[in-house]
Structure formats: C-alpha cells, structure tokens
C-alpha cells in the first residue's frame, strides 16, 4: 500500500511476474481515479484511469480494479519487465471539484532479473 | 515525450534571487497546473488555471506568483523563497472544464530547485 512519510513501501518483483500494486483512497465520494509511473528524473506518467462507476478496466499488460467498498484501489501489471521500474502512485478525484486530484506517495517498484 | 514541456530542467537559487519557471503544452489543452513534489511525499497542488483564468490557489505563499499568458503557457515566479521550496515543480495540463468531465493531467518532465 501508499503511506506518507520519508520511507516509499517498496515492492521487488522478478521479471515475468505479475505485480500489484495497492492504493487507499480517503473519500468515498471520489467519482475517478488515475494511476501514475513516474521514472526517476521524470515527471508522472497516465498509466490508466478508472471512473467511480466500473469496476475495472484493462489496457496494455495493465488493470486497475477498484474497490468502493472498502476504499481501494489497485494496480496489476502482467509480466512485469525491467522497464516497469518505477514509482507509482494513485491520484482521486476530490468530490465536488473538478481538476482537484489528491495523490499518495507512490510505491517504488523494482524489477529483478 | 507527454506534450508539456518545462524550462530550466534544473535551476538553483539564493534565497535573494528572483527567477521563472516556465512550462508549454502542445496538446491542446485548456487547463493547466502546478504541482510541488517533495522527496518521498505526494504531490501537492498549487495553482490551477482553466481557460486562463486562476480556478484554485492552494494556500500557496506569496513567494510563488503564477502567471498564464494564454492557454499553452504558464510561468511560476519566484522570489525570497526559502531553503524548505527546494522540490521538484511539476506543469500538468488537461482538456478544460467541462461539466461531467474527466479529465486526466499530462505532465512534464519537472523543474529541480534548490534554493541555497
């Protein structure tokens, strides 16, 4: 999962496994989410979003499932590569706003070979 | 490459100095925002313009002065800031408002400041 703080929770994964990656949210009443790579000496990268309405979504090697019940939200990565190295993060929209996003720390993730 | 570019990449300062940082976005965008990321916490919003006009300041200090000229371009005007506004700043830029909108933020690559 994502916590404040000066320490990133750390998920090591070989390569070729599947990763995933865990985020709660805080408000129930967020409606979308977004989940961010960001590289280092890069800034954030849309992986994939998700709306309050689904409950989960797939793209290229990648699913984000969504948990409004009990406030989470995830992050798949199938056949995790080298290149997937990073830190990821999850962002939510803050009801009632519109271009208000509220982020959490990230996770870094390290691919072994 | 995401479409949104940022200048300087790196830029160091004292505490005296006034400087700028600039961002472009060739996307088309008509919203676009700073962010301060600091080590190892998450990004912290500042400013948001949509359509030129400032929609949100986040408690931000008056050392930080925003400007957006048009739709493509944002500057972030630095002065007397202080040793803790060492982060990286982040331009993101997304479709403008619209009701019923989602709208994901594109970003750019970031400026490193350190302020001495």
């Known amino acids: 999962g994502e916590s404040v703080g000066l320490h990133l929770p750390t998920l090591s994964v070989q390569e070729g496994d599947n990763s995933i990656i865990n985020c709660a949210y805080s408000n129930s009443a967020s409606d979308y989410f977004i989940w961010y790579k960001q590289e280092s000496g890069k800034g954030p990268q849309f992986i994939i979003d998700i709306r309050s309405n689904m409950d989960k979504r797939q793209g290229q090697r990648v699913t984000v499932l969504l948990n409004k019940t009990v406030k989470h939200l995830s992050l798949q990565i199938a056949a995790t590569q080298p290149g997937d190295s990073a830190v990821y993060f999850c962002?939510?929209?803050?009801?009632?706003?519109?271009?208000?996003?509220?982020f959490g720390a990230g996770t870094q993730v390290v691919v072994t070979p | 490459e995401t479409g949104v570019t940022q200048t300087p990449r790196h830029l160091v300062m004292g505490m005296t100095n006034k400087k700028s940082l600039k961002c472009e976005q060739h996307?088309?965008?008509?919203?676009m925002y700073w962010y301060k990321q600091s080590a190892k916490k998450p990004l912290e919003l500042m400013f948001v313009?949509?359509?030129?006009?400032?929609?949100e300041n986040n408690s931000v200090p008056s050392r930080f002065s925003p400007e957006c000229p048009n739709s493509s371009h944002l500057f972030l005007h630095l002065h007397t800031l202080q040793p803790e506004d060492s982060a990286l700043y982040l331009c993101?830029?997304?479709?403008?408002?619209?009701?019923?909108?989602?709208?994901?933020?594109?970003f750019g690559p970031g400026t490193r400041l350190t302020v001495l």
């Open positions: 962002a939510e929209r803050i009801p009632a706003s519109w271009g208000k996003f509220q």
């Open positions: 993101a830029s997304s479709l403008g408002d619209h009701t019923g909108s989602y709208n994901e933020q594109f």
């Open positions: 313009y949509n359509f030129k006009e400032q929609t």
């Open positions: 996307l088309g965008h008509n919203a």
